[in-house]
């Protein structure tokens, strides 16, 4: 691997100072947000971290044309959506909608003489005499139903997402330590479905059907020294014929020597659909690893 | 609608009114005739279909108001009751009104007073149905409301002018809107 080479007897001085690979005029292949710039191979950004905490994190913050699951209530008591007897909470009615089964016979009064559309349960929870099936009616279209997004955050959950597995040079393991000056390979290590996508789950009640799809749009580099590297992509895996080069996708170099805790924030974007609606979705997975960079001294003796 | 569960609970029960319910409605009505007749026959007064139909809003008015006295002193009654006095946005604002009750363990008990004030032919609807326009002062000053403690949590003022959009429907006038005017 990359640091064990660096380690190496016979290193020259001229290695360690590896100039940075030329940016790229073009613009950058990916969209590296707004606190991160293009430098030509990845995006980067210097400032000091946002200090997130390592581990997994299913965030529901931020993004566009993203739908909040809804909360219901009755005035100031909240009242769960869904009820597992009862059905869906309609605000407009102040009851536990379902549909009624079995249907009544189009002879019975609620159908009015209509054929087409059905009859629906309107009830309350039981609470001493109260409580219960309140009435029944006729509606067109379901009155109540599931919310999307809460369908679509089932339906992320069924994903089972993870964040990458770090892959890194030099390695978190004994005995592996980088260097200052030296480049250091960031990537996703064995990529898959659950930690990189896409991926594509559905969430279904009350016979309507959500479908999601997510996948990683790119992965935040924390590389704790206060540094900050957004790669688009799951970054190239350094084998040890690349020698001292940079990555050519995504990486990094040390200044100071010191043993540095790498976070990587993989950030998907769940697209979902269904019920007539659709949105956005973003999910943000850590995994972190720890690494230890030196410093090559040159001792003159005699 | 406007109505608030407050002016709906004051202007909810309505079983003691017949006497001023027959006061205020042109309901056919036995006239009996002097007493120095060897063998008294009751003369009725007939209505016009026009005037029958006035008398029928008035009735479908004073029904609807049975009916939510019941169901809110009976917090088992069901709710399907309504289908009968109402329909439309009525329906909806009354049965969103009980079951609101129900929600929050609310019983009623008394009943509400309905004094109408006047009833007039409003023409077709959109759907071509025949409507009246019924206007009544509903007094709710007789009724209470209490929560599961035993607490009456209805305040004053206890009288509200309601006026009341009734629809001919295939089996009955049923009351479709009601508004509240302000008090009374």
């Known amino acids: ?302 | 609608m406007l109505l608030n569960r407050n002016t709906l609970r004051r202007a909810a029960l309505a079983l003691a009114l017949p006497l001023l319910v027959a006061a205020c409605t042109a309901t056919p009505s036995l006239d009996p005739t002097p007493s120095s007749t060897p063998t008294p026959t009751p003369s009725v007064t007939s209505l016009s279909p026009a005037e029958q139909d006035l008398a029928n809003a008035r009735q479908g008015v004073v029904k609807l108001w049975d009916v939510v006295d019941r169901l809110t002193n009976d917090p088992q009654a069901s709710l399907q009751d309504l289908d009968a006095v109402a329909s439309g946005d009525a329906l909806e604002f009354f049965r969103k009104n009980l079951t609101g009750y129900r929600l929050e363990q609310l019983t009623g008990s008394g009943t509400s007073i309905v004094e109408l004030q006047s009833a007039e032919a409003a023409g077709n609807n959109a759907d071509g149905l025949r409507t009246w326009t019924v206007t009544a002062c509903i007094d709710t000053s007789k009724t209470k409301l209490v929560d599961t403690s035993g607490k009456n949590v209805t305040a004053p003022p206890y009288r509200f002018q309601h006026r009341s959009i009734v629809v001919e429907r295939a089996t009955a006038l049923l009351v479709d809107q009601d508004q509240v005017l302000g008090t009374c």
């Open chain 1, 1 to 302: 691997m990359l640091i064990r080479a660096l380690a190496a007897v016979g290193l020259t001085v001229g290695a360690l100072l590896l100039g940075p690979t030329p940016a790229n005029a073009a613009g950058p292949p990916v969209d590296c947000g707004s606190d991160a710039k293009w430098d030509g191979r990845q995006c980067k950004i210097t400032a000091t971290n946002s200090g997130r905490s390592g581990g997994t994190t299913l965030s529901d913050s931020g993004g566009g044309g993203r739908s909040a699951p809804r909360t219901c209530s009755f005035g100031s008591i909240p009242m769960p959506c869904q009820d597992a007897q009862l059905g869906w909470w309609s605000a407009s009615k102040s009851c536990y909608i379902q549909l009624s089964d079995p249907q009544p016979p189009q002879s019975a009064a609620a159908w009015g003489g209509r054929a087409e559309g059905a009859i629906y349960d309107c009830a309350l929870p039981r609470r001493g005499v109260f409580g219960g099936l309140q009435y029944r009616f006729w509606s067109s279209t379901a009155p109540a139903g599931p919310d999307p997004a809460v369908l679509a955050q089932q339906a992320i959950a069924s994903m089972n997402l993870r964040p990458i597995s770090i892959g890194i040079v030099p390695e978190d393991r004994p005995g592996s330590v980088g260097l200052v000056g030296m480049p250091v390979w960031l990537w996703a290590a064995s990529p898959d479905a659950q930690s990189w996508g896409p991926i594509t789950r559905s969430a279904s009640a009350s016979g309507v059907t959500v479908t999601a799809t997510a996948k990683v749009q790119r992965v935040r580099w924390q590389l704790g020294d206060g540094a900050v590297v957004v790669c688009g992509g799951k970054g190239t895996v350094y084998e040890d014929r690349f020698g001292k080069a940079d990555s050519p996708t995504c990486g990094y170099t040390y200044r100071k020597q010191g043993t540095y805790t790498v976070r990587a924030e993989s950030q998907w974007s769940v697209a979902w659909s269904g019920m007539g609606a659709s949105g956005t979705i973003p999910v943000l997975l850590t995994d972190s690893t720890t690494i230890t960079i030196g410093e090559l001294q040159v001792i003159t003796t005699g």
